[in-house]
């Protein structure tokens, strides 16, 4: 806060100084180019997208759910997007005897409803369970239900949760599309020639505006459903990473009530793909990597991870040798492909700059791999190049991709191909390419696997999560806007795909088990449902996927409806969580025969753990091995155990190698009934092989002081050496994305300042920023910060003094895994065992997952961590060695406390001051002696010599930097408080000598002088001396501000060294003079001054200090909380 309200002042500064410049500059700013705008679904802007192996995915690209347009006019009779060709879980096939859903009811917490959208007009439902308005406003006043609104038949009741109104009503086409999948049905086809149909189209909705709410509503909305008769309730929203234990005591109880009542609660897994998000992939050393989202994660919620159906329904464009190749076309398009020519095209590498000065793009299709730069980076350089149109074709085996493009990228058209359709193009860059606006069904290249983007389990707790698999790639739906239809890619498109099945199986079952109570049922439906879900294999790793990816499965309806079988656990859950194992142990399930006749299986299970690619997880299975096939006869209606012994010993040593804190064994039992046969139901398994048990895997990073160089989030630039760190003119870290501790620093004219009664840190111009504690300025740098190693390990030193720097120490940390009960504590070195100090209250946290600050960050700074050097009682604990010490405890059951220490040094004595100097008149040199300092003091960080200088009004603290040889040249002149320019004399100079602790000690360097008695004595060539530099100083104007830097080479280190820092200054004219800072590192190297005239010195000033200003805004950070 602090910061803010200076910065606020210098906001004001900067642009105070920019309707200045403005007057002089006239209107050139007009005749540049707008900055690339971005879209509100995918940013196009223009962060690079690093090529790398394990992460080819940018954050240009990086989206919870992608919209996109259809694509336009058909060409053959229209089908429906159920289609047998695109019905991958058979939904069609159960309709005639589910009725579609009819005499269900399906809730949608969400947030907007496009409530005239044609998918939900269809008013004539079969057997509706709430038939009219009145039958409605009876459960809602058996309920107590005083709000929300009847619209129709098919849409019986809505409500503004939020608002507490009945206006559902909005622009977030969210809503209307997830709506759309579980129930709705379009009468007219859409632009793509299709009619798009929910999975249970005779189902009537209620739809809850939540979205944006708290917890407590969305628990208010859950319980509001049951009472109004919802069969199902879907949630395509949830937090990532997110843990059982810290879902809301409402939302619990919600839950519970729904699960007493027989209610299905289902909510998508997350789009958050893993630990690092979909910008990087986790190290093979975090095992717990798992993202899966609440309020999914509850076991009596079913969370849907998304898949990717294995065929896709596209436009395509032909080439000149007849083949087809599957097209996404980019939306926001000013001019479209144009239909009547064919097109010539050149292989346009990454599409960089410098890749298009190697081709002649003109009036031809650019072909452009995904990777290096942003997607509108690469349409920009190909318009700016005159390339007719762009392909951008994917750098991964997945699926095609859809950009929404503002109207300036939409000049020339672009769209999407496969990596695979792209290579066959390269092969002979002869054809040409045409466009007709043709659609087809082709098989998806990322089909029939899992989202790239859909969440892994487990969760938090430790628990396996997602439990089932749907349909959650480019899925059509109801757009917001008028009758629209819009694509959607993300767990949020698979949740209501399960919601909307749930009230397909649920008529079906009814009638097959008339005896079960409601809440027998949905249990009876959750455990055929999984049990009859198929494992989806990877065919490239010859693997089954992770049960922590795919659960149980995709969702096979017609598998569902017709199983007359189902396997559990021992306990009757549907999947076997073995915990903490060994390399042998044992597979045991139920096999329940709901028939009324004996059924032979066949059964074999297939046992997997984790692909490793270098340091990183690969997020792919890695086959280990396969059981031989067994075959048992389970009796009509009766249950038998299986037994399976697995023994993996052979595989530990080298999967130790590849993740050494321990490895998933994971897999599936299937099933078949005859030896060749298809599988018929599965259960999914995990158990963890570690060197410690899984709840005690480490949850917080190793800090920066062990690891200086690269972290999971930080990577030390090349550029800088090692344990540097570079700072903004803030003096604020750039990168904070590591574990660390952290202070304030603040300059000695700050501490003089802040001793004053009436300082008001807000409105000085000397401020504080947050330090890395144990780091300290690059001599000889600006912008650089070093690590200091003293005795092989961090010198982390505090000066409790109450002088405002490096008066306290709080904690950082960028956490692995959720935790609670986080605190500091403090014990002297000599003894770790009683803490004089503790943190006040604890902390929990979850897991550092993404570099998105809207998710979680990089780290966190705990405040509630921060000590002032105080023991219980709020006294000094003296100056000595200490132990800083942060516990805390995952919170996956039985986990014990970890903790980390950070030995502390606190010295609160400044630095001894040096009595003896000399001063040589003719040079302008001065060399002081310093003192030695005794072993009570922190050691010497630097000592300089300071003075007051007024540039443009504001006064500035300049230092002179001490030579190679410990000397320091006096500058000739300074500015005065009458802004003219007069000779520097050694009274106005101030020695400031500062310690590693963060202790200031000065003096007036006439007063070390004195002692000595060695002040100059003023001579008739000192005089004539005096004389000239007064001539020359009135013959000459000064110049405030040096913009070019100078590089100076020292004989211990590089530095890049500059005659000019930026003037930090803030303007209150009720207050006297303030100081900020800057640096002069060659003091006896002035400017010319020049004798241009003032308009244009003026003009100067004035585009100097807007650079100046506006560099600052630009570079500054706020501090993360």
Same mark, same amino acid.
């Given at each position: ?53 394990? +992460? ?11 919209? +996109? ?108 599309? $997830? ?30 505006? $939540? ?19 919802? *069969? ?70 079913? /969370? ?15 080439? /000149? ?99 695979? *359709? ?259 139901? +599965? ?115 505090? !000066? ?6 490096? *008066? ?10 959720? $935790? ?203 005089? !004539? ?8 100083? +009135? ?15 020292? !004989? ?27 640096? $002069? ?41």
């Amino acid at each position: 806060m602090k910061k803010d309200s200076r910065k606020k002042q210098l906001v004001a500064m900067a642009l105070l100084t920019t309707g200045i410049l403005m007057m002089y500059t006239k209107q050139i700013e007009a005749q540049e180019e707008a900055p690339l705008n971005t879209s509100t679904e995918i940013p196009l802007n223009t962060e690079t997208e690093k090529d790398h192996p394990l +992460s080819p995915i940018n954050k240009s690209e990086a989206l919870s759910e992608r919209y +996109s347009s259809e694509s336009k006019t058909p060409s053959h009779p229209p089908k429906t997007t159920l289609d047998p060709e695109l019905d991958s879980t058979n939904i069609t096939k159960i309709w005639e005897e589910s009725q579609q859903g009819a005499g269900t009811i399906t809730a949608v917490l969400d947030s907007e409803l496009n409530s005239h959208h044609e998918v939900f007009s269809n008013t004539t439902l079969e057997k509706p369970k709430v038939k009219t308005e009145d039958d409605l406003n009876r459960l809602k006043n058996a309920a107590n239900i005083d709000y929300g609104k009847w619209i129709s038949s098919k849409i019986i009741f809505a409500h503004n949760y939020l608002k507490n109104n009945d206006d559902i009503a909005g622009t977030d086409t969210h809503g209307s599309h $997830v709506s759309g999948i579980a129930v709705g049905e379009s009468k007219q086809p859409m632009e793509n020639g299709l009619k798009m149909t929910g999975v249970a189209p005779q189902s009537q909705l209620i739809f809850m505006k $939540v979205i944006g709410g708290a917890d407590e509503l969305r628990a208010k909305a859950i319980i509001d459903a049951i009472h109004l008769g919802a *069969d199902s309730i879907n949630m395509s929203y949830g937090k990532g990473g997110d843990s059982e234990n810290n879902l809301h005591s409402e939302m619990v109880k919600a839950i519970q009530l729904a699960k007493d009542k027989g209610v299905f609660l289902v909510a998508s897994a997350g789009n958050d793909r893993a630990f690092g998000d979909v910008f990087k992939k986790p190290l093979a050393e975090n095992p717990d990597f798992g993202v899966v989202a609440s309020p999914g994660l509850s076991k009596d919620v079913i /969370s849907v991870a998304a898949y990717q159906n294995p065929t896709i329904y596209s436009e395509y464009l032909t080439t /000149s040798t007849q083949q087809k190749i599957a097209l996404s076309t980019s939306q926001g398009l000013i001019n479209g492909f144009d239909k009547t020519r064919q097109y010539q095209f050149v292989d346009a590498k990454f599409g960089r700059e410098e890749d298009f000065k190697t081709i002649e793009p003109t009036d031809k299709i650019a072909l452009i791999q995904r990777g290096e730069i942003g997607f509108a980076d690469k349409i920009k350089n190909a318009i700016e190049n005159k390339a007719a149109g762009v392909l951008i074709y994917n750098n991964v085996m997945e699926e095609n991709i859809t950009l929404p493009l503002p109207e300036k990228l939409g000049k020339i058209p672009s769209g999407f191909i496969s990596q695979k *359709d792209a290579q066959a193009l390269l092969q002979n860059k002869s054809q040409t390419l045409s466009f007709h606006k043709n659609y087809q069904v082709f098989q998806n290249p990322g089909g029939n696997q899992i989202a790239n983007f859909s969440s892994w389990g487990l969760t938090a707790d430790g628990h396996l999560k997602p439990d089932i698999t749907a349909p959650g790639g480019f899925t059509s739906s109801a757009s917001f806007k008028g009758n629209d239809y819009e694509l959607i890619n993300g767990t949020s498109a698979a949740a209501p795909h399960v919601a909307g099945l749930v009230n397909l199986l649920k008529p079906i079952y009814q009638k097959r088990f008339p005896d079960k109570t409601p809440q027998e049922l949905a249990t009876f439906i959750k455990q055929m449902m999984m049990s009859s879900a198929t494992a989806i294999f990877n065919e490239q790793e010859k693997a089954y996927i992770s049960p922590r990816q795919q659960g149980a499965g995709l969702v096979d309806a017609r598998k569902a409806a017709l199983a007359t079988a189902y396997v559990t656990d021992q306990n009757n859950n549907s999947k076997i969580h073995l915990g903490d194992i060994r390399s042998t142990f044992n597979l045991v399930a139920k096999i329940h025969n709901l028939s009324l006749v004996p059924t032979k299986f066949y059964y074999t299970a297939h046992i997997a753990t984790d692909k490793v690619d270098g340091q990183y997880f690969a997020l792919a299975p890695k086959h280990l091995l396969t059981t031989e096939m067994k075959e048992i006869l389970v009796p009509a209606n009766t249950t038998l155990d299986i037994n399976i012994p697995i023994d993996v010993k052979q595989f530990h040593y080298d999967l130790t190698k590849l993740m050494p804190n321990g490895y998933f064994l994971e897999g599936f039992i299937r099933f078949m009934t005859s030896p060749n046969g298809s599988e018929v139901m +599965s259960i999914p398994f995990i158990g963890f092989r570690g060197t410690s048990k899984f709840a005690d895997l480490r949850a917080m990073e190793q800090s920066i002081y062990d690891k200086p160089n690269k972290t999971f989030y930080y990577e030390r630039p090349k550029y800088l050496q090692d344990g540097e760190f570079e700072v903004d003119e803030f003096k604020e870290f750039k990168a904070q994305n590591f574990t660390a501790l952290l202070s304030q620093y603040g300059s000695w004219r700050y501490v003089q300042e802040s001793q004053r009664p009436d300082f008001i840190e807000e409105e000085s111009l000397e401020f504080r920023s947050t330090t890395v504690l144990g780091t300290y300025d690059k001599l000889g740098t600006q912008n650089i910060k070093k690590l200091l190693i003293k005795d092989g390990k961090p010198y982390l030193a505090l !000066s409790p003094n109450g002088d405002g720097v490096m *008066d306290t120490v709080e904690f950082r940390g960028t956490l692995l895994r959720n $935790v609670k009960d986080l605190k500091a504590k403090v014990y002297r070195q000599s003894d770790l065992t009683t803490a004089i100090w503790e943190s006040p209250e604890a902390s929990k946290a979850d897991k550092h997952y993404s570099e998105l600050i809207d998710k979680t960050g990089t780290a966190t700074t705990f405040e509630k961590t921060r000590w002032d050097g105080k023991d219980r009682n709020g006294k000094y604990v003296g100056d000595g060695n200490y132990v800083y010490r942060v516990v805390f405890t995952p919170v996956s059951e039985g986990a014990k406390e970890q903790h980390m220490d950070f030995d502390l040094v606190l010295n609160t004595i400044p630095p001894v001051l040096p009595t003896s100097a000399s001063y040589d008149a003719i040079s302008r040199t001065v060399r002081i002696r310093p003192i030695q300092q005794s072993n009570n003091h922190s050691p010497i960080f630097r000592a300089r010599l300071s003075y007051t200088d007024i540039e443009d009004g504001i006064p500035v603290i300049r230092y002179i930097e001490p030579k190679q040889d410990g000397t320091f040249t006096i500058p000739n002149t300074f500015t005065n408080e009458a802004e003219e320019m007069v000779e520097l004399t050694l009274e106005h100079l101030t020695y400031v000598v500062e310690d590693f602790a963060g202790n200031y000690s000065h003096i007036k360097l006439t007063d070390i002088l004195n002692k000595e008695n060695n002040l100059p004595s003023t001579s008739k060539k000192d005089t !004539s001396k005096k004389d000239k530099l007064e001539n020359d100083v +009135s013959k000459k104007e000064k110049v405030s501000c040096t913009l070019a830097p100078t590089i100076t080479k020292n !004989s211990t280190e590089n530095a890049i060294t500059s005659k000019t820092s930026l003037v930090i200054s803030s303007f209150n004219k009720n207050q006297e003079t303030k100081y900020s800072e800057k640096v $002069v590192y060659d003091a006896h190297l002035q400017l010319p001054k020049t004798g241009d005239s003032a308009k244009h010195l003026t003009l100067l000033k004035i585009i100097g200090l807007a650079f100046c200003f506006i560099l600052h805004l630009v570079f500054y950070r706020k501090k993360e909380k």
